[in-house]
């Protein structure tokens, strides 16, 4: 089973300033407005990092998923952990085993040459985990959700070059781990005592919920090119705390060699 992660979604009360935040924080841009996401009731802006896009979406209108999902965490924060699988047989099998872990299909849809699925949150404990197939299949190239090639030109190095894996927070990290591990077919493993599954090209990492926020994505692992500017930039913006974590959107983003 090859699962690749392409995308990560965090959700915000207002767009823009976590999209600067970010942008600013480590030297990236903008790479695509998806103004299909208008049907949801939402505005979004993706920021492509090396072959991977992060995605930050915020309701525009009242009764949203979204604004729900934002008072039920108690303010901005992680929402999908987005993948891609080359074949439609691999996608079959992620919805089948989904259904028997007891976890819900909660948006499907069949655009002939690419299909979204994403599993409910609720279902998984923490967020949503989206698989989607594309024809092309090329995992570190063409994605639909990003305008399918329009990204490249807007691709920036200097900082970060990277998303290599997500951190998902619960109540009992093994139970949450074994879910996911379930609906994706793959092994529940141990890094530095903590649950953790192996996509193809990135780790999902599990670890306990203990900042009153409950289930949910709480951080994003990157691939650091120049962990000190980042520091040095985050502190300007405003968003690295005390401790030395840089915190945007809610979301607590690790930087990695």
């Known amino acids: 089973m090859a699962i690749h992660l392409r995308q990560v979604c965090t959700v915000a009360?207002?767009?823009a300033p976590v999209i600067d935040d970010l942008c600013a924080t480590f030297s990236l841009e903008p790479c695509h407005v998806d103004p299909a996401v208008g049907k949801y009731g939402l505005?979004?802006?993706l920021i492509a990092v090396g072959a991977r896009f992060?995605?930050?979406?915020a309701p525009v209108r009242e009764g949203t998923a979204a604004g729900r999902y934002l008072d039920r965490r108690g303010g901005d924060g992680g929402y999908m952990v987005i993948c891609q699988v080359p074949t439609l047989a691999e996608?079959?099998?992620v919805?089948?085993?989904a259904a028997e872990t007891g976890v819900r299909v909660a948006h499907e849809m069949d655009m002939k040459t690419w299909n979204i699925m994403q599993l409910h949150p609720g279902d998984l404990a923490a967020a949503f985990l989206e698989v989607d197939w594309d024809e092309k299949a090329d995992v570190a190239g063409n994605w639909m959700p990003a305008g399918g090639e329009e990204w490249r030109p807007h691709v920036k190095d200097e900082v970060i070059s990277d998303i290599t894996g997500?951190?998902?927070?619960?109540?009992?990290p093994d139970a949450l781990a074994a879910k996911w591990a379930a609906v994706c077919g793959l092994p529940v493993e141990r890094e530095g005592?903590?649950?953790?599954?192996r996509l193809a090209d990135a780790l999902m990492r599990f670890v306990e919920a203990t900042d009153g926020r409950g289930p949910g994505l709480s951080a994003v692992r990157l691939h650091a090119v120049d962990a000190a500017r980042a520091k040095?930039?985050?502190?300007?913006?405003?968003?690295l705390t005390p401790a030395g974590d840089i915190v945007i959107g809610g979301v607590r983003f690790d930087l990695r060699d």
């Open 13 to 15: 009360h207002q767009l």
């Open 43 to 45: 505005e979004n802006t």
């Open 54 to 57: 992060l995605e930050v979406v």
């Open 232 to 239: 040095e930039q985050a502190k300007a913006r405003g968003v």
């Open 91 to 93: 996608q079959a099998a």
């Open 95 to 97: 919805r089948a085993r």
């Open 193 to 197: 005592g903590l649950p953790v599954v």
């Open 166 to 172: 997500v951190e998902l927070q619960g109540e009992d």
